[in-house]
């Protein structure tokens, strides 16, 4: 089974703190993802890489940045954290070539609290 | 407008009862997926299609692209399906588009 991993379920950060998420994945997949879910919204793309040091924008990038130095890693970065950035992160990998038989697979969900 | 609209928002139901959530969307996809939440947040991907209808146990998925419409189905329902029911189409290559999602509770 593919397994992505978040490193932490629960984090509580100060505004202006620098946060990283960690997702790694064990499946080779070259796609990652990461997205916010908030109430009402539904989950929304903050950043997503198809391939090692490649990053593209998503929907609302604002406020983070993100770092794939290796394939199985990609990290969310809130260069500094804001109370409107307390959401649940989830990050996703699915593999390439992207189409109707290639589920993106996600991590359980890390749920950030910035005070 | 979102481009992906589900309803209901929120459903109660009774086990044993035949639930269905229904997903409307906008654009033009090349496949849309359901996925499944847990409390706690951990997301399933249950079915991704394009066309048809897919069954996998007490679920169903079906689809109509001319109508852009998709609906799933869980026969017999039971408490542990309760969950949150997300839809989400494939605009792009790359990118998803998800609704805003349908929590389903189902009691005893």
């Known amino acids: 089974d593919v397994k992505v991993t978040q490193s932490s379920r629960y984090l509580v950060k100060r505004t202006g703190e620098k946060v990283f998420l960690e997702c790694v994945q064990d499946?080779?997949?070259?796609?990652m993802f990461w997205y916010r879910q908030d109430p009402g919204l539904g989950l929304r793309l903050i950043y997503f890489s198809y391939d090692v040091k490649m990053k593209e924008k998503g929907d609302i990038p604002e406020g983070y940045s993100v770092s794939r130095e290796k394939k199985e890693r990609f990290s969310l970065i809130l260069e500094s954290a804001s109370t409107n950035q307390t959401s649940m992160y989830l990050c996703a990998s699915s593999p390439i070539p992207e189409g109707a038989n290639q589920p993106q697979h996600f991590g359980d969900g890390t749920r950030l609290s910035i005070l | 407008k979102n481009e992906v609209e589900q309803s209901p928002q929120n459903l109660t139901a009774q086990e044993g009862e035949f639930i269905t959530i229904n997903c409307s969307y906008s654009?033009?996809?090349?496949?849309l997926h359901w996925l499944q939440q847990h409390p706690g947040g951990g997301i399933v991907s249950l079915f991704m299609?394009?066309?048809g209808k897919k069954k996998h146990g007490r679920l169903i998925a079906t689809i109509n692209i001319q109508e852009k419409h998709s609906s799933l189905h869980i026969t017999a329902s039971h408490p542990r399906d309760s969950a949150v029911y997300i839809c989400?189409?494939?605009?792009?290559?790359?990118?998803?588009?998800f609704g805003t999602g349908t929590r389903l509770q189902v009691f005893p």
């Open positions: 499946m080779d997949h070259e796609n």
């Open positions: 989400a189409v494939r605009w792009t290559p790359d990118k998803l588009i």
């Open positions: 654009v033009g996809i090349s496949a």
């Open positions: 299609l394009s066309s």
